[in-house]
Every structure is written in C-alpha cells, then in structure tokens.
C-alpha cells in the first residue's frame, strides 16, 4: 500500500462524510462538494493502485 492509495480513501471518505452531512442539513453546496472530494479520492487511489500494480509487476520480473 502506498500514500496515494492511503491518501485516496482518507479522501473518499472525508467526502462520503461532507456529501452526507449536506444531506442532512439541506446545503447543496456542501453535496456538491462532497461529491467532488469523492472522485478526486477514488481518482488518487486508483493512481495508488496502479503504481502499486507496477511495482509487483517490476519485482516479479
């Protein structure tokens, strides 16, 4: 596991939590938001992943 792996799902979550709590408190803006936080999160893991993916690639050869 790598930073960016680790750094994606902190971020992911952060943004499940923002999306949410704009949920409950009517605030569009706090949604939107959320939401934004989750892609970037899935985006920056999947980056992890890949690099990770290289790198057992590269230590198998």
């Known amino acids: 596991m790598n930073k960016d ?3 994606g799902a902190a971020k992911d ?3 499940k939590v923002q ?3 704009g ?3 009517g605030d569009k803006e706090q ?3 959320g939401l934004a936080k989750q892609a970037e999160g ?3 893991k999947g980056f992890g992943d890949a690099k990770e993916a290289v790198k057992d690639a590269a230590d198998k050869l």
Do not use: D, F, P, S
């Open 5 to 7: 792996q680790v750094k």
């Open 13 to 15: 979550i952060a943004g």
């Open 19 to 21: 999306q949410e709590v």
């Open 23 to 25: 949920e409950l408190t």
């Open 31 to 33: 949604q939107a938001k």
């Open 42 to 44: 899935k985006i920056q």
